[in-house]
């Protein structure tokens, strides 16, 4: 399973646009990039999943370029409801393997 | 979409009591859910796969004798804490994934279940 990294917090004020940026160098062809976002005493919660290119849903879009040695999770005009870790992970799509979880980006978001 | 419970969410209780937690799968059936453990401040902790109808896979380090696992049927998974210590206090989660035929749907977690042990 490949190995992410990402920052460790950010801070962002309520409309802004926020990007989360994850690292994975040694992604494999066969694997994918999954985005899950949690809250304090509750289980993480599925945002987004994609290949390459950009893939857009309604809560997030997920840019990926052509090496796919990175990703960016783009949250338009955040609130302050979208204070949360943010996990990004990569692993083989239809694999029945389990999510390797890093430390995650906790995102806070200011009045 | 695809929808895991996770019952109960909070137990509180006294040390050497066995503990089990259920997970459901309410709209899909999994053949294997994950368990996962997650200390404060700290990130989600594979503990084990579940495996309907067969042995749970352990991940290194998690004692098989302290965690029992059991997938009678392939929409819930148990996961019992025996003899829990102060030390096993922890906020447990479960995972369940939906492969519809033909297509492909990402893991579903529970809500997870903290666990206090006095």
């Known amino acids: 399973l490949a190995k992410t990294t990402q920052p460790i917090s950010m801070d962002s004020y309520e409309g802004q646009e926020v990007n989360i940026t994850c690292s994975h160098n040694n992604i494999a062809t066969n694997d994918y990039i999954t985005w899950y976002q949690q809250f304090p005493s509750q289980g993480p919660r599925f945002i987004i999943q994609g290949y390459k290119t950009k893939v857009t849903n309604e809560v997030a879009s997920l840019f990926i370029p052509a090496d796919r040695k990175s990703s960016t999770l783009s949250l338009p005009r955040v609130s302050l409801s979208d204070t949360a870790v943010y996990y990004c992970?990569?692993?083989?799509?239809?694999?029945?393997?389990?999510?390797?979880f890093g430390k995650g980006t906790k995102l806070s978001v200011k009045p | 979409g695809a929808v895991v419970s996770q019952h109960p969410s909070r137990v509180i209780c006294k040390s050497g009591t066995s503990v089990k937690i259920e997970c459901r799968s309410l709209?899909?059936?999994?053949?294997?859910m994950f368990w996962y453990r997650q200390f404060p401040k700290q990130s989600l902790m594979l503990m084990a796969t579940s495996n309907e109808g067969s042995k749970a896979t352990y991940e290194q380090g998690v004692e098989k004798d302290k965690f029992l696992i059991n997938h009678a049927s392939l929409t819930l998974s148990t996961l019992t804490v025996t003899s829990a210590h102060p030390e096993d206090s922890s906020f447990y989660i479960c995972?369940?994934?939906?492969?519809?035929?033909?297509?492909?749907?990402?893991?579903?977690f529970g809500d997870g279940t903290r666990l206090s042990i006095l």
């Open positions: 992970l990569v692993g083989e799509i239809r694999s029945q393997g389990n999510l390797i």
């Open positions: 995972s369940a994934r939906d492969t519809p035929e033909g297509g492909y749907q990402p893991q579903h």
């Open positions: 709209d899909f059936q999994a053949t294997t």
